[in-house]
Structures are given as structure tokens and as C-alpha cells.
């Protein structure tokens, strides 16, 4: 959202200050100095702007590839010659990635610059008059750099631990668990600073429940990350946010307005908010791109990608109508889910259906949306006369195991429509119709109550003590009787919550983190996914990261 975005962008030009004053007899011309800036919230925030910018760069990107396309959440097929980019793709969905990849270099990159601007900025801000400001401003950067280093942890495991700025020691990995513990001291000394207040004032920026909800996810996993359940505990952090406000903080979003949670109007009114990132297509080019990778290619002008508009053309036939303002913008529109995940939709009166495009497509007059092309263009194994002869088809969005042309496991599906139209896609985070460019205003959210409510079922589920009343069947029933008109469930099994997660929680890069924890991280699925090497529960270090730091140990198996 704009206004949120422009209240926490700033510079940190303090930085330059500080490390400039090398001769003490010269003469202070400036009145900015440790002991005058910051002073006001507003100072605070842009001396912490950079944080907060930096962390919208690679987060709908990297992180989104990492943490769903090695899952049957997602995948990004290949079209013959197109989008093949090192076979990236390919090796994340099929778990056959080594330290070189892309995508987790990147991500390594992004993750580790994160924490050094969070050192940086916490310097400066220790450098600052003591007082109340001071002391929340310091527990933001805390709660943000567990943030950053439990993503690292989560993803890479065994990773090093760096908190001094200005630095130049090497550090080596720490293990997992001696992050996991270095994470929650953080984050349990940032709470009593935090503001306990959400809305408009705290979007964006980490408040107590961030950080009680963070702490939630990390006892949830703790087994996976520290060989150690921690299931009460889970479930007492759970009880913090379910308690905030007296308990009406923050509540389930109703099954009527669950789908605008995530549209570009969504910001600091959404009640299922705890903690999310703010975007904006018009600032530092957004970083959101779903739209571009989610859209298939012929529904560009229906949820006007990019400036595209059918003008005044009623229902064009897609690359036949031209002129009267019409203006077709294609989507990238290579990413689709797996059969397998998408079979777990399967209630028809469950709202969560509608972040799905499948089947036959319709403009919203109810007419069908038509596509123009040629025999050949549409099957490139047509062999009947004429290829070249105009072909004109209703589009339609079919399951990726509905084509078996190129072998029913191929991960290129072809260079034709019959390939671009083979997945059924996601539009969750639904195509912003305002933005002139591939970057959407959807807010992304990290955490979220009903994830809250998820936790806590599963950590009673799992053997925590139940509290408030709450057993596992009464918070999935709870968060159930606002996603489905389907009667209640009279019992429940952790491969109900599982599947609970899959649809409540999809896209918004969860899944790894549950098929780990659930044990299907290994399973066989989509497009030849069949390895089932353990040691892939946590990532490479990347070759770049020895580059800059030789005392670094790689993680087994690599």
C-alpha cells in the first residue's frame, strides 16, 4: 500500500556520518549526530527504511521458488526452447538441485544482505538517544533479523551467526539447533519492546504478535530443527496472539470476503494479518510478479495485465480483433499446479476453490473467450492440410496429467497452445487490474491468524496439552465454517489438518515447511518427481557463499 510504503522507506545516510568522522579536532558543521537523529518515530522509520524495502526484492521470486516449486504446490514447465533458464525449474520440482543453482544463490544472497542492513541499521540506531523510541525501534530490527535468520535456518539449516556490524570476522556455520536457540532468545527479548497495536500505524513492521506467531511456526517445527518436540509451547504462543486484544485483535476473515484477503486492495484492514509485506507497483518497480507467472498467456485483457484492455471491442477473439484501443498484453504465464495438489480441492462448496482457473474460460458476460490461431499453432503434431489454415478454439485450462503427447512425466510440454494451456493455474493473489506494468499491489502476508488457528490444531493433535476450551476438531471446525457451506467434520486426523493447510495456506510459501513436517516432502508427484534423497530437507550452500566466506562447511549430501 502506498502510504504505508512511503511511511517506512527512508535512507540510511547515518551510516556515511558515522564512518566519515575520522579527524576529531575538525569541526561538526552538521546538527545530525547520534545524539540529535533520530529522535521522532518518523526518524526512526527512515533510518529503518532500507530494511523493510530490501526485503520485498527477492520474496515473491526466489523464496516463492524455493519454498513451493520443490513441493506438488507449484511447478514452471518448460515449452520446448522456452523457459528452460538452466533447467532451474526442472531440477527444483524433480529434487535434483546442486550448490550452483540460481535461484538458491540468489536467495542465499538476499537472505544473508538482509541481515547485514538489519546489523548495520541496529548499529546506527544504538548510536541514538536512549528512550522509548529508541528501545522499539531496536526491537523491530530484532524481531526482522530472527525473521531473516530463521528463513535461513529453514532453508539451509546449519548457517552462520553474525550480529556485529562494522565486522570483518569470518564466521562458520552454527548448527541448526544452536540457530533455532539463537532465533527464540531474539525474538523473546524483542517482545517486551513491541507494540502491541495493529492496523495502519504497525503494517508491515513486526509487533509483539509477529514475533509470538514467528514462535509458533519455529516449536511447530522444532522437532524438524532441533530433533526436540515442542508442542506446548506451540501451543502457549498461539494462545498470545489468540489472546491479543482480549481476544478480538484478530479473527478469521467470513467466507465471503476470504478471496479479497488477497487482492490489491488488501492492507492494514485485513483481520487475518499479523504480519505481511507491503507492495507497490509504482515504487522501486514492486518486485510482485505472480500475475505474470500465474496468468496463462490468453487472459491478459480479462484481468487487464499490464495495461492491456479490450477498448471498445465486445469480447475480442484473442489475436484476431485488433484496434478500437484494444491493447493484449500476455502473461508470462508458465507456473500451474501439480494434479496431485490440486485434487485436494475437492469440496465444491469450499470458497477456496475460486483461486483456481480451470477448465473452459468465460469473459465475465458469460461469453466464451475464443482464440485465434492455426492447425499448427494450436497442435504442433497436426499433420491434416493446411497447418497454416486459421484455427479458432474456446480457451481452456486442462490438468497437467490430461496431456500425454510428450510422455506423461516430460517436463516440456510442448510449443504449442494445446502446452500453454495444459495446468490449471492459481489467482489467489489476484491480477491487479490498476497496475501499468507486471508488478501487482497485493500485499503478500507471512502470517496469518488462521495459520495461527492451524498451528494450534495441529500442536494439540500432535500430543500439546489442549487450552481455552480448544480441541483439534474445534479449531479446524472453526476455521472451516468460514471457508465451506459443507457441514462440519466430527472428527479429525493430522492428514486432515495437512490437507486443511494445503488449502487454507496455499502460495503463500508454507508448503515445503508442511511437507517436511508432514513427511511428504519425498513423495513421488507431477512431472517425474520421484527422489526421495532426505538430505534435500535442507538446501546447499552456494558456491558464491565460499567465495566470500572460505570458513563455511557445506551441508551433507552436497
Request: hydrophobic fraction near 35%.
Amino acid at each position: 500500500m502506498n502510504k504505508i510504503l512511503n511511511r517506512i522507506i527512508g535512507l540510511v545516510f547515518l551510516a556515511g556520518l558515522i564512518s566519515s568522522c575520522h579527524k576529531i579536532d575538525v569541526r561538526i558543521n552538521s546538527e545530525l549526530t547520534p545524539e540529535t537523529f533520530p529522535q521522532s518515530e518518523s526518524q526512526y522509520n527512515s533510518v529503518m527504511g532500507p530494511v523493510y524495502t530490501a526485503l520485498r526484492q527477492n520474496y515473491s521470486t526466489d523464496i516463492f521458488f524455493l519454498q513451493s516449486m520443490s513441493t506438488d504446490e507449484s511447478l514452471l514447465g518448460t515449452f520446448a526452447a522456452d523457459w528452460i533458464d538452466g533447467n532451474r525449474y526442472l531440477e527444483l520440482h524433480r529434487h535434483t538441485w546442486t550448490k550452483d543453482h540460481a535461484n538458491i544463490n540468489s536467495a542465499w544472497g538476499y537472505l544473508t544482505n538482509l541481515i547485514g542492513t538489519s546489523n548495520q541499521t541496529i548499529y546506527i540506531v544504538r548510536q541514538s538517544a536512549d528512550g522509548p523510541t529508541k528501545n522499539t525501534s531496536l526491537a523491530e530490527l530484532q524481531a526482522m533479523r530472527a525473521y531473516f535468520y530463521f528463513m535461513m535456518m529453514d532453508l539451509w539449516g546449519n548457517v552462520p551467526i553474525d550480529t556485529v556490524y562494522p565486522s570483518k570476522v569470518l564466521n562458520t556455520n552454527t548448527p541448526r539447533a544452536q540457530v533455532f536457540s539463537f532465533i527464540e532468545s531474539e525474538l523473546k527479548a524483542a517482545i517486551p519492546n513491541l507494540k502491541t497495536v495493529s492496523g495502519a500505524t504497525t503494517y508491515g513492521k513486526p509487533t509483539r504478535y509477529m514475533a509470538w506467531s514467528l514462535l509458533a511456526k519455529m516449536y511447530l517445527n522444532a522437532q524438524v530443527y532441533t530433533g526436540t518436540a515442542k508442542f506446548n509451547e506451540c501451543i502457549a504462543a498461539c494462545d498470545s496472539v489468540i489472546n491479543a486484544g482480549g481476544g478480538t485483535q484478530y479473527a478469521l476473515e467470513p467466507r465471503a470476503s476470504y478471496l479479497q484477503m488477497f487482492y490489491p486492495t488488501n492492507g492494514p484492514s485485513m483481520k487475518e494479518f499479523i504480519f505481511a509485506i507491503p507492495f507497490d507497483p509504482a515504487t522501486s518497480n514492486g518486485y510482485m510478479f505472480y500475475g505474470r507467472y500465474d496468468l496463462n498467456r490468453n487472459l491478459g485483457i480479462k484481468y487487464r495485465y499490464a495495461a492491456s484492455t479490450p477498448g471498445s471491442n465486445v469480447d475480442p477473439i484473442l489475436n484476431l480483433t485488433s484496434g478500437n484501443g484494444l491493447a493484449n498484453n500476455k502473461p508470462s504465464g508458465p507456473r500451474c499446479t501439480t494434479d496431485e495438489f490440486f485434487a485436494y480441492f475437492n469440496d465444491p462448496n469450499d470458497i477456496r476453490n475460486k483461486q483456481w482457473l480451470s477448465g473452459l474460460q468465460y469473459w465475465d458476460d458469460g461469453n466464451p473467450i475464443m482464440v485465434r490461431t492455426t492447425n499448427l499453432g494450436y497442435d504442433q503434431f497436426y499433420s491434416g492440410a493446411s497447418p497454416g489454415a486459421a484455427y479458432t478454439y474456446q480457451l481452456n485450462l486442462l490438468p497437467l496429467g490430461n496431456s500425454t503427447r510428450l510422455g506423461a512425466t516430460s517436463y516440456d510440454l510442448g510449443k504449442d497452445e494445446i502446452a500453454w494451456n495444459t495446468g490449471v493455474r492459481n489467482i489467489k493473489f489476484y491480477p491487479d487490474a490498476n497496475s501499468i506494468t507486471r508488478n501487482q499491489n497485493n500485499d503478500v502476508p507471512i502470517l496469518r491468524y488462521s495459520d495461527i488457528i492451524l498451528m494450534k490444531a495441529e500442536a494439540i493433535a500432535r500430543g500439546g496439552t489442549p487450552t481455552l476450551g480448544h480441541t483439534a476438531l474445534s479449531l479446524i471446525n472453526l476455521l472451516r465454517a468460514q471457508r465451506t457451506t459443507s457441514a462440519a467434520l466430527g472428527a479429525v486426523t493430522l492428514n486432515d489438518i495437512y490437507l486443511e493447510r494445503c488449502r487454507e495456506m496455499t502460495w503463500e510459501c508454507w508448503h515445503r515447511n508442511d511437507m517436511i513436517r508432514f513427511g511428504h516432502f519425498e513423495d513421488s508427484y507431477g512431472l517425474k518427481k520421484t527422489n526421495a534423497d532426505t538430505y534435500r530437507r535442507i538446501y546447499p550452500i552456494p558456491t558464491n557463499a565460499f567465495a566470500t566466506n572460505n570458513t563455511l562447511v557445506q551441508n551433507p549430501g552436497y
